[in-house]
């Protein structure tokens, strides 16, 4: 609105929308994808469950392993037994 003042219900109703429109907007953002990739194996040798479990154990526990929200504290509880 550019600091002009706006008086009555109606104005101030479209003003406040006209604000925070382009803040609720959906931006559709074009995304990388992984199909049509060649994955060429780089491992030297397999791992083992052993390895697996120690790099586990070995995380700090309060990180966030992805999006799911879900951190490495379940995963090393499990591991304990």
Not at 11 to 29: G, I, L, P
Not at 51 to 73: F, I, Q, Y
Request: net charge negative; hydrophobic share 40%; charged share 25%.
């Amino acid at each position: 609105m550019s600091g002009a003042r706006v008086e009555g219900v109606s104005e101030v109703r479209q003003a406040v929308f006209s604000h925070f429109e382009d803040h609720y907007k959906v931006v559709v953002v074009e995304r990388p994808s992984v199909e049509n990739l060649i994955f060429v194996a780089t491992l030297l040798k397999p791992f083992n469950f052993e390895e697996v479990k120690a790099t586990v154990r070995d995380c700090a526990s309060n990180k966030d392993p992805g999006p799911d929200g879900v951190t490495l504290v379940l995963s090393q509880s499990f591991g304990q037994s």
